[in-house]
């Protein structure tokens, strides 16, 4: 009822995202490890995604075209899955992440540009736009996942401003930071930025990022700002369709 006329006039498009524990059927313990779908048996996992894949269909009228899955947990059989599904795009990659202590994939070496994950089937990876940034920013592949157990001498790089990891998100990235993430991307010559946030966030109390309506007043100017920075550095919204065109040229 919210989407189906914006998706029906073209300006919105629709997307499947897989959390496990709330998408039908319901075979498998519920546990940290199965939150990530990529967990899951192969046929309990394609038994998901085609019952979200039809339900999105049948109450939208569109096929999907991209796919994220709950908590960035793709795994093994997911691409195969996908090309099943038709599915053109995955966006579950968060490059420069690591979720393997909690079960799930580790992202830390995964590229920050899109790639071909079966070209001739057609399904391309949209890695969500994360960059290092700082004067110690070429040796921070090298540098970030030695101080993974150390939090504390990762805030304080960053409060010196000397490294920082930058996620295009505005849950837990201020705007002065995004912009500063913005134009590393730019400058490192990323093709597309892929940002992201939940949807539950457009209203207070429903995630830890926006607690009241002074949040919601905050992340509406940081998307204000970071579309400005966009904008003045030339940088163009794509849709999912615009993207497959330009990389089937």
């Given at each position: ?131 290092y940034w700082g004067p110690l920013r070429r040796i921070a592949p090298w540098l970030y996942p030695r101080l993974w157990r150390e939090p504390r001498l990762r805030g304080l790089l960053s409060l010196a401003g000397l490294l920082e990891r930058i996620p295009l998100t505005p849950e837990g990235v201020t705007s002065d ?73």
């Amino acid at each position: 009822e919210v989407l189906g006329d914006a998706v029906r006039a073209g300006p919105c498009e629709t997307g499947l995202q897989l959390h496990p524990w709330v998408n039908p059927p319901h075979l498998e313990e519920v546990s940290q490890a199965n939150s990530f779908a990529g967990n899951l048996p192969r046929d309990l996992e394609r038994a998901k995604l085609m019952e979200l894949r039809d339900l999105v269909e049948r109450n939208f009228g569109i096929a999907p075209m991209i796919y994220r899955a709950g908590r960035y947990g793709a795994g093994a059989n997911t691409a195969e899955l996908l090309r099943e599904a038709g599915i053109a795009i995955d966006t579950s990659v968060r490059s420069l992440f690591d979720y393997s202590s909690s079960g799930g994939p580790n992202y830390r070496e995964h590229p920050l540009h899109p790639y071909w994950v079966d070209r001739p089937a057609g399904l391309m990876e949209l890695p969500l736009t994360t960059v290092y940034w700082g004067p110690l920013r070429r040796i921070a592949p090298w540098l970030y996942p030695r101080l993974w157990r150390e939090p504390r001498l990762r805030g304080l790089l960053s409060l010196a401003g000397l490294l920082e990891r930058i996620p295009l998100t505005p849950e837990g990235v201020t705007s002065d930071e995004a912009l500063r993430g913005v134009d590393a991307a730019i400058e490192q010559g990323l093709p597309l930025l892929v940002l992201s946030f939940h949807s539950p966030s457009l209203a207070p109390g429903h995630t830890p990022y926006v607690r009241n309506m002074n949040d919601v007043d905050a992340l509406y100017d940081w998307w204000r700002q970071v579309l400005g920075r966009l904008a003045q550095r030339g940088v163009k919204p794509a849709s999912v369709a615009d993207v497959m065109s330009a990389a089937a040229l």
